[in-house]
């Protein structure tokens, strides 16, 4: 009768120390991590980073100084994504792409005013504010005017806008409930590009806090994890294995 195979030394020596369960824990959530199919394309800090410094353009005149809270963007002046390099927008509708910024109107003006566009090569679409109480969106079926939380717009919220074969959808503050759903994007065959600031005739001063995207699909707020969030699980895994160590000096002193 064939002799059972042994157990190998590396799970042999982590079964007597007690420590299988929690180096377990840990690889099944590095695994959970780098089966994660979502991530972030791009990332822009606002209060951190210069424009400049991650590869957009400017038109018009602006310090580029940032506050604690952002980067105020003037009238009349507006950034843009390049054509290629660092910064430049990649993203069509048949893969789907996501964006995400943080942001909000300054100024007290009740007139419309422009602030985001993305183009991706067959859909443009656009978020724009509406006064100081609405938000202004683009559709094939005509303009909408959703009302922005609280009836004010000149409050910061975390914009996330999906494209997936031309119909969008918008959320707000990271609920994977769609704030404004499956609307049917305008087509447009631009380049693909991304625009934010005022680049109108309108008179709005806005401020943004961060930007990202991602080209690889349209995902849901919670679908892209935050990279804290990824930390947050590491040391989930890392605190375990030091606690059951601990716990085992303990037991033999």
Known sequence: MKKPTAAPKSIETLLRKGLLLPAMVGLLM???ISAQAASWTFEWNAVTETPASKGFLLTGTNPN???ASGLVIPDSAFYF????GLGS???NNTTGWTVA???RRVDTSTAFG???TVLDGTNVVAFDWFGNTQYRLNSSAGLLYPTAPGSNNRVFQDFHITNLAGVVN???NGSDTPFRASYTAVNSAAAPIIRFGDYSTATQVSEISNLRW?????FTPTAIPEPSSIMFLGLCALAAIILRRHQLRKSHR
């Not at 994504?81 to 290629?84: E, G, Q």
Request: glycine share 8%; proline share 4%; charged share 5%.
């Open 89 to 91: 927008f990649t993203g």
């Open 30 to 32: 590095i695994n959970a």
């Open 170 to 172: 918008l959320y707000l």
């Open 65 to 67: 100084t940032a506050t």
């Open 214 to 218: 991602s080209n690889q699909g349209a």
């Open 101 to 103: 910024f943080r942001a």
């Open 81 to 84: 994504s390049p054509s290629s």
């Open 114 to 116: 422009t602030f985001f």
